[in-house]
């Protein structure tokens, strides 16, 4: 009996700064592609740690920024020089080293009041900056995912509704005891990637990857299984502790 399907390509990287390079590799490569074929490309980015390494490593290759515009998946109800803002994790680690043109820069402001006017604000511009669309809704060329130990991605988490939103690219997830506040871009607008490259780092990950890749479960209790659900091209880029091999 199959019980597991991994969805795309698997990459299993012998360990952590090796997948962070690996997952460079083929953001840098999908970045070119979309370049080559339509002159732009658009880049979504995750936050959390596991991929810190990758956008130092993207900082480093020679790309041309003046034609990437860069988008967040995700962003906390912070500051964006809280250390714990998504959008200030990419500056640092990224934005300020490769010198990306300010106007390229999309961030999601989680500093707002108004959490819903923000997404709100944020869809409007993922529709006018992301010329890209498919099925009528944009289509990032290349969306960084990860996944969380309790199985999420983005900022979609088990029990929350929001997994379940449809009729908006990007939503406000309520702060919870022990979690502030999120934006977060919905099902719809992750499934609509052409590319995802999904890092994912760790041992305590394991259980999560399982949950995602196996036949039968349910996104609302594993919300990463939306990635799935992914209509462009998934490459898993985990190292041996993510898999379940040791390390
Ligand atoms: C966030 C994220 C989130 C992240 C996972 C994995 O803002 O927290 O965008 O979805 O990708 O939580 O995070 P780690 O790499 O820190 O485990």
Same mark, same amino acid.
């Given at each position: 009996m199959?019980? =597991?399907v991994v969805p795309g390509v698997l990459i299993a #990287?012998?360990?952590a700064p090796q997948a962070s390079r690996e997952a460079c590799v083929r953001i840098a490569k999908a970045l070119r592609d979309a370049i080559r074929d339509r002159g732009v490309a658009t880049l979504a980015l995750s936050g959390g740690?596991?991929?810190v390494e990758t956008y130092r490593a993207l900082a480093a290759e020679a790309l041309d920024w003046s034609k990437i515009h860069v988008f967040w /998946?995700? !962003? *906390?109800a912070v500051p964006p020089d809280s250390d714990r803002s998504n959008y200030g994790l990419v500056k640092r680690a990224l934005l300020d080293a490769a010198n /990306?043109?300010?106007a390229n820069v999309h961030r999601m402001v989680g500093e707002a009041e108004d959490l819903d006017a923000a997404a709100r604000d944020y869809d409007a511009a993922l529709r006018e900056h992301v010329q890209e669309k498919v099925g009528g809704l944009?289509?990032?060329? /290349?969306?960084?995912?990860g996944v969380g130990d309790d199985g999420h991605t983005a900022s979609l988490f088990p029990g929350d509704p929001t997994v379940h939103v449809t009729d =908006?690219? /990007? %939503? #406000?997830?309520? #702060?919870?005891?022990? *979690? !502030? %506040? *999120?934006?977060?871009l919905t099902t719809p607008m992750i499934e609509n990637a052409r590319t995802a490259?999904?890092?994912?780092?760790g041992r305590s990950k394991h259980a999560a990857l399982e949950n995602i890749w196996a036949v039968h479960g349910d996104v609302s209790r594993v919300p990463g299984r939306v990635i799935r659900g992914v209509r462009g091209a998934i490459s898993w880029v985990i190292d041996r502790a993510a898999g379940g091999m040791g390390g």
């Open positions: 199959i019980t =597991k #990287a012998p360990d740690s596991s991929p /998946v995700d !962003e *906390r /990306v043109p300010e944009p289509s990032i060329d /290349v969306m960084v995912l =908006k690219l /990007v %939503a #406000a997830v309520a #702060a919870t005891v022990g *979690r !502030e %506040a *999120r934006l977060t490259v999904i890092l994912v780092l």
